[in-house]
């Protein structure tokens, strides 16, 4: 009788003998080659991925306040590169210190230290947005688009400056939010220098983290809303 034709072989209800498919040593090698290469691929490429640059033609740069000071220099410098018409700063209250500080949110924050940086005041406008445990960028977008559309500049694009490995889920938040009444575009902020992001705990950090929000943002999120 054939190997495969053995009756099933059962010890008092508990066990029975079943013929499988198992990988060959081949088959082992291949699925440890295919997983590295999934794994170098995942590290050279989701960087970029997530840093996206995707400027559009506007004269509106909308920055979120919460990014560090060098990227404020960084939208400074592209602002006034492109000769943009506005920067509008976005964010909500300040978690911590705003009792010790003038500057309750971080949209006025942001707005001031761009002003301190060198940028004229008339071209700086604050949009805070209302305070919110979760969907803090979706609300920073909301906000930004009621104001623009209660505007008399009749803006039809603008672009969104943000922080390294944020830029992509933020354009995506803010995409979805704002078109087809307003074209967004991205630019991402990269510290100059800055080592490759698995050679960091903080890159390891904040590159994982995005990659899951940006995942939920882009499949669960639009179910939530």
Do not use: C
């Amino acid at each position: 009788m054939l190997f495969s034709q053995l009756p099933p072989q059962k010890f008092w209800g508990l066990f029975e003998y079943k013929p499988q498919w198992t990988f060959t040593l081949r088959g082992w090698l291949f699925l440890f080659f295919l997983l590295i290469s999934v794994l170098i691929g995942f590290t050279l490429s989701i960087h970029p991925f997530l840093s996206i640059s995707h400027p559009i033609d506007a004269d509106i740069m909308v920055i979120e306040g919460w990014v560090p000071d060098i990227t404020i220099k960084g939208a400074i410098a592209e602002f006034k590169e492109k000769n943009y018409r506005l920067m509008i700063t976005t964010g909500n209250e300040i978690g911590r210190g705003k009792y010790l500080s003038d500057y309750k949110t971080f949209a006025d924050l942001a707005a001031a230290t761009a002003i301190a940086l060198g940028l004229d005041p008339n071209q700086v406008v604050r949009v805070p947005n209302t305070t919110v445990e979760v969907n803090r960028t979706a609300a920073s977008a909301e906000a930004v688009k009621q104001w623009l559309l209660g505007s008399d500049l009749e803006i039809k694009a603008i672009n969104l400056y943000s922080y390294d490995v944020h830029t992509r889920r933020s354009w995506l938040v803010f995409r979805t939010i704002l078109e087809p009444d307003i074209k967004v575009g991205a630019i991402a902020f990269s510290p100059p220098s800055s080592p490759p992001w698995w050679k960091t705990s903080a890159g390891v950090k904040s590159v994982i983290v995005e990659t899951i929000a940006y995942l939920y943002t882009k499949l669960i999120w639009p179910i939530e809303r």
